[in-house]
């Protein structure tokens, strides 16, 4: 979702400019061979975003 021609990276964009972390875990980039075709967001760790989740009081599953 969060590679260069993601049908959704637009709407992503916008979430990110308003605020919202968009974390992608790098295990998932590696594996389908998108970690150079990241255009929103950050790379985080499997663990980071699970830490993420447990402490917000929101979060969106995509």
Known sequence: MVAADSSVL???????????????????????GLV????VGEIGTMAQV????AIAGKF???
């Open 50 to 53: 699970i830490e993420l989740q």
């Open 36 to 39: 150079d075709r990241v255009a």
């Open 10 to 32: 637009e709407t992503l964009r916008a979430l990110r400019t308003a605020g919202v972390p968009i974390i992608a875990c790098r295990t998932c980039l590696e594996h389908y």
């Open 60 to 62: 969106i599953t995509l």
